[in-house]
């Protein structure tokens, strides 16, 4: 038909843009069938499917698929898997199969974010956040820094959740800083999540707190209702006015008996 593969391919080595170009050759074929059917008639099939096959294997991106071979494993499997279903099933169950093993594969990857504990690094003037793994450091025993390097979506707010609850029970940290620039987006769910995380810190005297949260990702959430039923007092556009605030918050019985004094407002 004037939809497959192989016709697609001809119209995009002919120049074609639009799906209007699907219409044009469906309109094409038609006029041929209906003129000139007899002398098709006369065409071999064997010719007729050499050209199929020759147009097919010119859809081949031997180059890409090559350089998916000997970079990601994840897609290598999604490739074989994709390609031996063609082999046994029917093309679309093959294509679909392929689409549902690339989202399962993206699901489980962007389930566990990865969450670095941060502290301020003492050397660097301008007082920067620190990956503790990339260069010991000493970290406040009342305020717990982490950074989110992904999205905080349905898939992966268990994992998220997961990590505040063990720096609470393990650690009796209940003041949690998220410096939140490398998150792409919180969907209602990963909200509702950071709502709940909140409202049980706050009972045990704590809060959770955001920092460079993103322009878009700030105003979707906003909308959801999400910054007012945390507070707009737990979000800051800067890590200065982010440690300023929540250190007027912290147990000055322990500030008194801290060995760490990383902030300024320590020393003050």
Same mark, same amino acid.
């Not at 020759?54 to 081949?60: D, G, R, S, T």
């Not at 998220?160 to 720096?167: E, L, M, S, T």
């Given at each position: 038909g004037s939809g497959s593969f192989t016709r697609s391919g001809i119209n995009y080595e002919a120049g074609a843009k639009t799906p209007m170009s699907a219409i044009f050759a469906a309109i094409s074929l038609m006029l041929i069938v209906l003129l000139i059917a007899p002398i098709t008639s006369y065409l071999p099939v064997a010719a007729m499917g050499g050209v199929i096959l %020759?147009?097919?294997?010119?859809?081949?991106d031997f180059h890409h698929i090559k350089n998916v $071979?000997?970079?990601?494993?994840?897609?290598?499997a999604i490739l074989l898997a994709t390609f031996f279903s063609t082999l046994f099933f029917e093309l679309e169950f093959a294509i679909y199969f392929g689409v549902i093993l690339s989202l399962i594969l993206f699901l489980a990857r962007t389930s566990t974010p990865y969450i670095p504990t941060m502290a301020i690094d003492e050397d660097d003037h301008k007082?920067?956040?620190?990956?503790?793994?990339?260069?010991p450091l000493k970290q406040c025993p009342q305020l717990k820094i982490i950074r989110i390097d992904m999205s905080v979506y349905f898939?992966?707010?268990?994992?998220?959740?997961?990590?505040?609850?063990?720096?609470?029970?393990n650690e009796r940290i209940y003041h949690i800083l998220i410096v939140a620039s490398g998150i792409n987006? %919180?969907?209602?769910?990963?909200?509702?999540?950071?709502?709940?995380?909140?409202?049980? $810190?706050?009972?045990?005297?704590?809060?959770l707190y955001f920092v460079g949260?993103?322009?878009r990702v700030y105003e979707f959430v906003a909308r959801t209702c999400f910054v007012k039923a945390i507070g707009n007092d737990h979000?800051?556009?800067s890590k200065t006015s982010a440690i300023k605030s929540i250190y007027e918050r912290l147990d000055r019985d322990i500030c008194a008996t801290c060995n760490a004094q990383i902030f300024k407002e320590c020393r003050e």
């Open positions: %020759i147009v097919a294997y010119n859809l081949l $071979l000997r970079y990601s494993r994840s897609e290598t007082r920067s956040f620190i990956n503790i793994h990339k260069k898939g992966s707010q268990n994992y998220v959740q997961n990590r505040i609850h063990q720096i609470v029970e987006l %919180i969907d209602l769910s990963g909200a509702e999540m950071f709502v709940n995380e909140n409202n049980r $810190l706050e009972g045990l005297g704590g809060g949260l993103k322009s979000f800051f556009d």
